[in-house]
């Protein structure tokens, strides 16, 4: 079957760097995302991977070994909006999203 | 910039009563998703469309159906609601499924079914 595993809830402080791991086991690999979703608002986008390696933007950063099935989404200078869930998703072979559940991340003063 | 409207945003069903969401998207993207979300799970695809007047069915399309007449326009409809269908329901649009591109999300539907 396939499967997204992401820890479900982290707690971090103001102004530090906090990593939200993603495992997966998927039919094919087309891609993988992470989008952003406030408490009662719709996902959205932050990152893609495809290829091994780092993608910066800003204060995020993504990271994919397609070999582990592993990725993480990186989050430097930590802000109270930062509080969300992150979901972590993969495109399989059929170009379909398998969705993590999510990781709820709480931002301490 | 509209980008993706859903509507209703809220609505209370009785068991076995029938009702539509409606998602609008003016950004002429050709795939469509309708998901739902419920607590301590990941989004779960219900049905899609690849393009006007197409639909096909995701993981878990039992008691829905969908409908693509014009490109803009994607139709959830709930023939006879059940208390299991109480979820926040997403739409969702993008140009090319198999392209790096984001996917865009409606605000969200919060169903509650009686």
């Known amino acids: 079957g396939q499967n997204i595993d992401q820890p479900t809830e982290m707690t971090a402080t103001e102004g530090a760097i906090v990593q939200i791991n993603c495992t997966y086991q998927?039919?094919?690999?087309?891609?993988l995302f992470w989008y952003q979703q406030h408490a009662g608002e719709a996902p959205t986008f932050l990152s893609y991977?495809?290829l091994d390696g780092l993608e910066e933007k800003g204060r995020f950063s993504s990271f994919l070994s397609r070999s582990k099935g592993y990725s993480y989404l990186l989050l430097k200078e930590l802000q109270m909006k930062d509080s969300a869930s992150y979901l972590c998703?993969?495109?399989?072979?059929?170009?379909?999203?398998?969705w993590g559940a999510g990781t709820k991340l709480i931002i301490k003063p | 910039n509209a980008g993706v409207t859903q509507t209703p945003k809220f609505r209370v069903l009785k068991t076995g009563q029938s009702m539509t969401l409606l998602c609008a998207q003016d950004?002429?993207?050709?795939?469509m998703y309708w998901y739902r979300q419920d607590p301590g799970m990941g989004l779960r695809l219900i049905h899609y469309?690849?393009?006007?007047?197409?639909?096909a069915k995701g993981e878990v399309p039992d008691g829905y159906n969908v409908s693509r007449l014009k490109k803009q326009n994607f139709l959830l409809g709930l023939e006879s609601a059940a208390p299991s269908q109480t979820s926040v329901y997403f739409c969702?649009?993008?140009?090319?499924?198999?392209?790096?591109?984001?996917?865009?999300f409606g605000e969200g539907s919060r169903l509650t079914v009686l």
């Open positions: 998703a993969v495109m399989d072979s059929n170009y379909q999203l398998i």
């Open positions: 998927t039919s094919g690999f087309n891609g």
């Open positions: 950004m002429n993207h050709e795939y």
């Open positions: 469309s690849v393009g006007e007047g197409t639909t």
């Open positions: 969702a649009s993008t140009l090319l499924a198999g392209s790096p591109g984001e996917l865009f």
């Open positions: 991977n495809v």
